[in-house]
């Protein structure tokens, strides 16, 4: 087994040469597959079933990496769903139509996932039995994200653990693995296999909420293989969270948070502790609100930007135990340079954020700001006092 790094266009390119040479298998062979009663997450006829969906009657559905399409079959049938069954195989496409080609209520799609994603318009239900692997994840979550509604449901399977007993790995890189073929033979594969918490983490990172994760290992005591089943939930409303339990120093109590919206999305990097937040930070002896929003982007993440660029929007109060925390609100309307991690900052990880898009936790300084700016954003936070400024 060859074992050189591919990037992850090498990859899934790989893994659709695979795939078409597996289905092309199949249809030499003739296989005939039963149907399915139930959605079979591992593979092994144990564990959770098609409840992990909720009720998916009446509801836009898509089967993403669909191969033969029983599944999808199966929630059409039993349940009166609408059901897009997405391929980039043109011969698992070709077997998925040549048995349910006049099944109402079931379209089968030969396309990129992220393409189709991209292009679709949003699914209650989105679900993937051990596809999503296949493709980069940096590549795939952004695209899923948008592809479901807020309130939408999102069910999948992931490699644990293999056959070999190679376990999950910390770092977003695929590895090869192994496809066998009915009747023997087999093909190499890419799969990006990695731990139950990077898989949450890239999850949050663009708004999505893991409910609940099961486990499914192999029923053959010589057989090593494990999947982990992920439920995971878009939130109707961003969250946020206190960074700590702990008050801010007395003279830490006056800050500066800076907006920073443009093509690219909402600027927002990820402190040690977790929470995600605006460029900003204390205001120093001396400084004018906007020459210490200035020196914090510049700071924080390298950016430049001048004084007359700064627009102040008002003052929000609110308090910590004892602590009276003002905390002034500003929109940086023009800047330079890239944002990136600067040496001894404990805000680091700069990434554009779609305003729909936003990440769960951030920290509620930055959410009171953000709602301050726009009123509409589905952001949840403690409420504070906000004082607009005139112009």
Same mark, same amino acid.
């Given at each position: 087994?060859?074992?050189?790094?591919?990037?992850?266009?090498?990859?899934?390119?790989?893994?659709?040469?695979?795939?078409?040479?597996?289905?092309?298998?199949?249809?030499?062979?003739?296989?005939?597959?039963?149907?399915?009663?139930?959605?079979?997450?591992?593979?092994?006829?144990?564990?959770?079933?098609?409840?992990?969906?909720?009720?998916?009657? %009446?509801?836009?559905?898509?089967?993403?990496?669909?191969?033969?399409?029983?599944?999808?079959?199966?929630?059409?049938?039993?349940?009166?769903?609408?059901?897009?069954?997405?391929?980039?195989?043109?011969?698992?496409?070709?077997?998925?139509?040549?048995?349910?080609?006049?099944?109402?209520?079931?379209?089968?799609?030969?396309?990129?996932?992220?393409?189709?994603?991209?292009?679709?318009?949003?699914?209650?239900?989105?679900?993937?039995?051990?596809?999503?692997?296949?493709?980069?994840?940096?590549?795939?979550?952004?695209?899923?994200?948008?592809?479901?509604? *807020? %309130?939408?449901?999102?069910?999948?399977?992931?490699?644990?653990?293999?056959?070999?007993?190679?376990?999950?790995?910390?770092?977003?890189?695929?590895?090869?693995?192994?496809?066998?073929?009915?009747?023997?033979?087999?093909?190499?594969?890419?799969?990006?296999?990695?731990?139950?918490?990077?898989? @949450?983490?890239?999850?949050?990172?663009?708004?999505?909420?893991?409910?609940?994760?099961?486990?499914?290992?192999?029923?053959?005591?010589?057989?090593?293989?494990?999947?982990?089943?992920?439920?995971?939930?878009?939130?109707?409303?961003?969250?946020?969270?206190?960074? @700590?339990?702990?008050?801010?120093?007395?003279?830490?109590?006056?800050?500066?948070?800076?907006?920073?919206?443009?093509?690219?999305?909402?600027?927002?990097?990820?402190?040690?502790?977790?929470?995600?937040?605006?460029?900003?930070?204390?205001?120093? *002896?001396?400084?004018?609100?906007?020459?210490?929003?200035?020196?914090?982007?510049?700071?924080?993440?390298?950016?430049?930007?001048?004084?007359?660029?700064?627009?102040?929007?008002?003052?929000?109060?609110?308090?910590?135990?004892?602590?009276?925390?003002?905390?002034?609100?500003?929109?940086?309307?023009?800047?330079?340079?890239?944002?990136?991690?600067?040496?001894?900052?404990?805000?680091?990880?700069?990434?554009?954020?779609?305003?729909?898009?936003?990440?769960?936790?951030?920290?509620?300084?930055?959410?009171? %700001?953000?709602?301050?700016?726009?009123?509409?954003?589905?952001?949840?936070?403690?409420?504070?006092?906000?004082?607009?400024?005139?112009?």
């Amino acid at each position: 087994m060859t074992a050189h790094p591919l990037d992850s266009g090498e990859a899934e390119s790989v893994n659709a040469e695979a795939w078409d040479a597996y289905g092309t298998h199949h249809l030499r062979q003739g296989t005939v597959l039963t149907e399915v009663e139930r959605i079979d997450w591992g593979g092994w006829g144990t564990g959770p079933g098609t409840e992990l969906l909720g009720e998916p009657a %009446g509801r836009r559905v898509l089967d993403l990496g669909c191969g033969p399409a029983r599944q999808a079959a199966h929630l059409v049938r039993a349940y009166g769903a609408s059901v897009d069954a997405v391929d980039s195989s043109p011969s698992q496409c070709e077997r998925a139509r040549a048995r349910y080609g006049d099944l109402a209520g079931l379209r089968v799609v030969r396309a990129d996932a992220v393409d189709h994603l991209r292009a679709a318009e949003p699914y209650d239900v989105i679900y993937s039995v051990n596809a999503v692997p296949y493709i980069d994840p940096r590549r795939l979550l952004p695209a899923l994200a948008t592809a479901l509604r *807020p %309130g939408g449901t999102l069910c999948f399977t992931v490699l644990h653990t293999n056959s070999r007993g190679d376990g999950p790995s910390s770092v977003v890189a695929s590895r090869p693995e192994t496809l066998r073929l009915a009747g023997g033979g087999e093909v190499e594969v890419r799969m990006w296999v990695l731990t139950p918490d990077l898989w @949450s983490q890239l999850l949050a990172e663009h708004g999505l909420r893991v409910d609940r994760i099961d486990v499914s290992d192999a029923p053959d005591p010589d057989n090593q293989a494990s999947y982990r089943i992920f439920r995971v939930t878009r939130p109707v409303r961003v969250s946020s969270r206190p960074r @700590s339990s702990r008050p801010p120093v007395p003279h830490a109590a006056i800050g500066v948070g800076a907006i920073l919206h443009g093509p690219r999305g909402l600027l927002l990097g990820r402190h040690h502790r977790g929470t995600w937040e605006l460029p900003g930070g204390t205001v120093e *002896p001396g400084e004018s609100l906007p020459e210490t929003v200035v020196r914090e982007l510049r700071e924080e993440t390298g950016i430049e930007a001048r004084t007359a660029d700064v627009r102040l929007l008002g003052t929000l109060l609110d308090h910590v135990d004892d602590v009276v925390r003002i905390t002034v609100a500003t929109v940086v309307t023009a800047w330079r340079g890239e944002a990136a991690d600067q040496p001894g900052e404990r805000v680091g990880d700069w990434r554009w954020f779609p305003l729909d898009r936003l990440p769960q936790n951030l920290f509620v300084c930055s959410a009171q %700001g953000l709602t301050a700016w726009r009123p509409d954003l589905p952001i949840d936070h403690t409420p504070a006092h906000f004082t607009p400024y005139a112009g």
